[in-house]
């Protein structure tokens, strides 16, 4: 039999068939600690919790082609400044309203959950709820009873879930956490408001045009 070629023989490719496991692990190990070191609150993508005590802005970045969050001056959620400690624990209250209260049935958080209702990445930003003085009180209100509001004309209306004065609060400060990570510009029709000179405050006037379903 004639001699054996070396890319042929069992022991190359069991050999191979290790080094390319053992690369491929190294290279799993890394890109954990890399994704978990990305997406961890106080990443220069994820903001730090105590973000919620001052304006979220977001200018457009030319290079990137799309707006990107930029952290503004001092603008405490509910005239409140907290410590990185109370607002991370406002924030996760929130996060678990959000979850406790099945957001995503309707709704997408950062792209994921259903598209029954708008996402809710930037929803902190939605010019509808008025002017900065305003804006969290009208969430609260909106979060609350959102069933005589129409808020946007999609026609369709959110129901009332039964949640708190407390868990609405937790759930904007954790909709303007959210509002402030770096999402490479998703959602992609978004436009940031002009903050220094926000609209006048929304009413709560239903739009006559819209022909939205009755309220169940
Ligand atoms: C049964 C479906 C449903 C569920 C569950 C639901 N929503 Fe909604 N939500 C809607 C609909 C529909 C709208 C649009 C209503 C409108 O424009 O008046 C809406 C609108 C909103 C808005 C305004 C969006 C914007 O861009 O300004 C916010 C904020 C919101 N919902 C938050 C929540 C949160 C937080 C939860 C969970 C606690 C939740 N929703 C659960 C259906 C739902």
């Known amino acids: 039999m004639a001699q054996e070629i070396w890319w042929a023989s069992t022991s190359f490719w069991r050999k191979s068939a290790i080094w390319v496991t053992g690369f491929s692990f190294v290279v799993l190990i890394f890109l954990t600690f890399d994704t978990v070191k990305q997406i961890t609150a106080g990443s220069p993508r994820v903001p730090a919790y105590s973000v919620i005590n001052n304006r979220i802005d977001y200018v457009f970045d030319a290079k990137r082609n799309f707006q990107v969050p930029v952290i503004g001056p001092e603008e405490p959620l509910f005239g409140k400044k907290l410590t990185e400690e109370e607002a991370e624990a406002l924030v996760s209250h929130g996060k678990l309203t959000t979850q406790a209260k099945n957001c995503m049935d309707c709704h997408t958080l950062l792209g994921n959950g259903a598209y ?5 990445t930037k929803a902190w ?26 808020h946007n004309s999609i026609g369709r209306r959110m129901p009332k879930l039964g949640i708190t004065e407390e868990e609405a609060k937790a759930t904007v400060a954790f909709l303007k956490w959210m509002s402030s990570i770096d999402t490479n510009g998703f959602p992609a029709n978004f436009k940031p408001i002009d903050q220094a000179d926000a609209p006048a405050p929304a009413t709560a006037e239903p739009a006559a045009e819209v022909g939205a379903a009755p309220v169940q």
């Open 116 to 120: 029954y209702a708008p996402d809710l």
């Open 125 to 150: 930003l939605d010019p509808s709820w008025g002017s900065k003085e305003v804006r969290e009180q009208s969430m609260v209100e909106f979060l609350m009873d959102p069933s005589d509001k129409l």
